[in-house]
């Protein structure tokens, strides 16, 4: 994998820099095959298919403590407004910890995002133009 491309990628979704499409776009031409982001450790982790994986800090200060419940309606607005309306990732951050997200795999071959609540709840969310196989 290439560490500076997905530090870059990385860095430029925390600055609200690039969109999650160009993010994308840079991890796989990185070799990154999936990334997991964890909210309670404030890290990403971003994995290879051949067990490579760099991880990242989320170094946002004042994010409010992950929703003991998990709210799938709140966490599909979230969604919907990142992608029709352009939130920026530290409010997109912000609201899914309210609605009770602990993290999220971003499966990149797969095309999909699976977010994960405290008591085991999920949530899959297809990327923008995939289908459910």
Known sequence: MNTEIIRNASQATLEGTLSFPEVVGCLVSAGVE???VDYVSRCKSFH???GDAVVIPIPYEGLPPVA????????????????????????FTRRAMAAGVQGYFAFLRGKRVTYLGRQGDQHTEW???????
């Open 34 to 36: 999936y990334y997991h």
């Open 48 to 50: 290879s298919g051949n």
């Open 68 to 91: 003991l419940d998990f709210d799938a309606a709140a966490l599909r607005a979230d969604i919907l407004d990142s992608q029709r309306h352009g939130q920026k990732y530290r409010d």
């Open 127 to 133: 990327f923008p133009g995939a289908e459910p196989k």
